[in-house]
């Protein structure tokens, strides 16, 4: 290894600290775990959005309140003081540490660090009309001057990832929705970290510029979107990252007996240098007597990159299940694998990951994540594994 | 009655085998840079647009190649030498990514990719 080489290599250890940092950060997703499991079916019961995430309803604040936590005022303020009714407010605050160890030097690095802050409005108008706006910090990933002065103070880390306007007339039938936020597609974990997110264009900050229309039925709900990501004139509170594409999403789901569900998906993304064709199911199942909730999705996905006149065929799923022993505690255990081209089985990655979240009282969790990747191939002798541990506190007002 | 194509059994088998054919993906920037390094690398904090970790934007094709070969994270026809391949590889640094460590084959195909000269194809 020559002077130089080595000179690179130093510089590049000393901020992978605060890449994994970064890469730890979470924004307003959902839980889909509480589907079924807290006696209600639709995602959209509890959230203003039809497809679920992001600011929860007074039904939510509710459920979280009454079913979900041990206890506590799950409304707005804890209740102190009550919005109009025409008004909806919200915000989520995290704190997390970590120990990450994808070995080599200097391995494993542990850190504590705020995550992204959030607050959230829902305006409704006439004519059934509403605006719904989310505005946050990026996390604090501490002192780093690799990034060229960007995203070094609060101002530059402002950000929305959500904002639209929507016309909805009532909780069933159609909708319509246009601003930013991601198209309906996959499961939406709190976690970013999954695969099923990150590799089908929905990774952290991915939101893309979205017209969406569906109807919400007794039973099943239909999505249909067409989107494009941010321009890159864009300032950077509104600019999004990851794979930028073009395209659109279809996502279908059929419950039955308000305990399990089925749904079909498909999406289209053209980017600048390859196209992503991608269709995939996903599974839900709640056991009442068990306390248990599966959650399953796999998609398949055909990569076609014109200009190397090639393409692959690759595989992303899910497999999870949770366990709710008692109210206010769920346990989870899932199982993922990415496979960068299905005819190569040296390309997989598979990951192991078990949650604990304990909510104690009314707008607090405590999140214990374990996370333990495979790493096919490995030929140096810092280990065949990654693994990374991470506590979180989250508080919501 | 109609076979099923190929690609889907090996689909449909894939989660619990592990298929061990040659691997003929093109050693190309073009299909590295959109089947591996986007997807594995420009994430939020680290190499996208917005972060430019270490000054590494790899959020697209040029931009990628561009910053991998005139900051030297490699040297074209010699993979031993390149920083690139140690960070992958966990050599004398943590492992890159710090969150989504790429399976062996990719860093080979990487690795062979700079073997050929590191062109922008």
Redesign the interface.
């Known amino acids: ?2 002077t ?3 000179r ?6 000393a ?2 600290v ?8 979470r924004q307003a997703r959902a839980y889909p775990q509480f589907q079924f499991s807290s006696g209600t079916s639709q995602c959209s019961q509890c959230h203003y959005a039809p497809a679920g995430g992001g600011l929860i309803t007074d039904w939510g604040r509710s459920e979280a309140g009454d079913t979900i936590s041990r206890g506590g005022e799950g409304a707005f303020l804890h209740g102190a003081w009550s919005p109009p009714s025409w008004l909806a407010l919200g915000a989520d605050v995290r704190l997390a540490a970590l120990r ?1 160890d ?6 494993p ?1 542990y850190a504590a660090f705020p995550m992204q802050s959030d607050a959230y409005a829902h305006v409704a108008l006439p004519a059934h009309l509403s605006v719904y706006v989310q505005a946050g910090v ?1 996390g604090d ?1 501490g002192r ?1 001057e ?3 002065g ?2 070094s103070s609060v101002t530059d880390r402002f950000i929305s990832n959500e904002h639209y306007v929507m016309w909805r007339p009532s909780a069933s039938g159609p909708y319509l929705r246009a601003g930013r936020f991601f198209a309906p597609f996959g499961l939406r974990f709190v976690e970013h ?1 999954f695969y099923v997110q ?2 089908t264009g929905y ?3 991915n939101e893309t510029y979205t017209v969406s229309g569906g109807y919400m039925g007794g039973d099943w709900e239909l999505h249909v979107s067409l989107f494009t990501p941010p321009p ?1 004139s864009f300032p ?1 509170p509104l ?1 999004s ?4 594409e073009s395209g659109g999403a279809a996502y279908g789901e059929k419950r039955f007996a308000d305990r399990a569900a089925v749904a079909l998906q498909a999406r289209l993304g053209v ?4 196209t992503r064709y991608q269709a995939g199911a996903i599974g839900k199942l709640w056991v009442d007597r068990a306390h248990l909730l599966f959650l399953g999705e ?1 998609d ?1 996905i055909r ?1 076609q ?1 014109p ?4 393409g ?2 690759q ?1 992303v ?1 899910y497999l999870g299940a949770t366990y709710f022993p008692v109210r206010g505690l769920m346990a989870g255990l899932a199982y993922e ?1 990415f ?11 598979d990951a192991l990951d078990v949650e604990l979240s304990l909510f104690p009282w009314a707008h607090f969790e405590l999140l214990a994540l374990g996370r333990f ?1 495979f ?6 002798s ?1 280990g065949d594994h ?1 693994s ?1 541990g991470m506590l979180q506190f989250h508080y919501y007002l | 009655m109609k076979r099923l194509p190929r690609w889907v059994l090996v689909a449909l088998l894939s989660p619990v085998c592990a298929c061990g054919g040659a691997d003929e993906r093109p050693a190309r920037w073009s299909f590295i840079s959109s089947a591996i390094v986007e997807p594995g690398c420009a994430t939020v904090n680290c190499h996208s647009s917005v972060s430019a970790k270490a000054g590494v934007d790899l959020h697209a094709r040029d931009i990628g190649y561009y910053t991998l070969v005139n900051e030297l994270y490699v040297i074209p026809g010699v993979p031993q030498d390149s920083a690139l391949l140690s960070l992958l590889n966990a050599q004398g640094a943590r492992r890159m990514p710090p969150d989504a460590p790429l399976p062996q084959a990719d860093i080979d195909l990487i690795s062979a990719w700079i073997a050929a000269g590191a062109p922008n194809d």
Do not use: C, K
């Not at chain 1, 605060?18 to 950060?25: I, Q």
């Not at chain 1, 980017?271 to 390859?274: C, P």
């Open positions: 290894m020559n130089l080489h080595r690179i290599v130093r510089t590049l250890a901020l992978v605060t890449a994994v940092l970064g890469a730890a950060s990450n994808v070995g080599g030097a200097q391995a690095e990026r990933v780093d690799s990034v060229n960007r995203l970290i990150r590799y990774d952290l900050y890159e950077l600019q990252v990851g794979v930028r980017g600048g240098e390859a796999a398949f990569l990159v200009a190397a006149s090639a692959e065929n595989f799923s694998r496979q960068e081209d299905l005819s190569l089985g040296r390309t997989a990655h990747q790493l096919h191939g490995a030929t140096t810092d990654a990374l």
